[in-house]
């Protein structure tokens, strides 16, 4: 059974960039999309974007311009950068494995809080 | 405002059947594609309830079921438990934008 945690600081400035790290264990990282997905405080889940251990990736639109993900496959780890944050990216962060084929996002780790402020 | 409309809040006394909606569009259910829900119980991650429209994985009673028609899809939950209360997000696939994944804006069960 695939088991993801997620790692990264859980204070960040606004302006600056916020780094997480998913590792993955129990399956290969050669399998699914790795994903990433946040929750604001109190609010719904909101789809940030997956990558595929090509390298191929896919972002939500709203948020690709400040958007990278990245894979390191030796690792086992998949990786978010999301620059230029303020307190409206303030949310627990979750990675997640998605089905290449059908769309659903299983399993899920157990999620972060990153908080931006000053 | 989310892509998929669900209502906010939906509530019923133990043992009984309530059903969650979740309205979207020709660019999404619409247009046939797969269907998920998630639960999300306090303080914990959201957990794949239904997949594929209305496939259960192991280990989901049998008392959740989905179904879709047209651009909508429901969640039914029969025989109402007090563990049962908690948020539930629908999911699936757009093809607008390049593509993208959307959810619902979450419904809160209440058990009464």
């Known amino acids: 059974q695939v088991h993801l945690q997620e790692s990264g600081p859980g204070l960040v400035k606004p302006s600056e960039t916020l780094s997480l790290t998913c590792t993955v264990s129990?399956?290969?990282?050669?399998?699914?999309?790795w994903s990433w997905i946040r929750q604001p405080p109190g609010k719904g889940l909101e789809w940030i974007g997956f990558i595929y251990h090509s390298g191929t990736t896919n972002y939500n639109p709203s948020l690709k311009s400040r958007i990278t993900i990245s894979i390191d496959t030796s690792k086992s780890q998949f990786s978010l950068k999301l620059s230029s944050v303020s307190a409206a990216d303030t949310a627990v962060y979750y990675c997640a494995s998605r089905d290449t084929v059908v769309g659903r996002f299983d399993p899920w780790g157990q999620g972060t809080l990153v908080t931006v402020s000053s | 405002q989310s892509v998929l409309t669900q209502p906010p809040s939906v509530s019923g006394a133990p043992g009984q059947r309530v059903t969650i909606s979740c309205t979207g569009s020709?660019?999404?259910?619409?247009?046939?594609?797969?269907v998920h829900w998630y639960q999300q119980l306090p303080g914990t991650a959201p957990k794949l309830l239904i997949s594929?429209?209305?496939n259960r994985p192991s280990g989901v009673p049998d008392r959740f079921s989905g179904s879709k028609s047209g651009p909508s899809a429901s969640l039914a939950i029969t025989g109402l438990q007090a563990e049962d209360e908690a948020d539930y997000y629908c999911q699936c696939y757009d093809n607008s934008l390049g593509g993208s994944e959307v959810f619902g804006g979450g419904t809160k069960l209440t058990v009464l």
């Open positions: 020709s660019s999404n259910i619409g247009a046939g594609y797969d």
């Open positions: 129990g399956g290969s990282i050669r399998s699914y999309f």
């Open positions: 594929n429209d209305n």
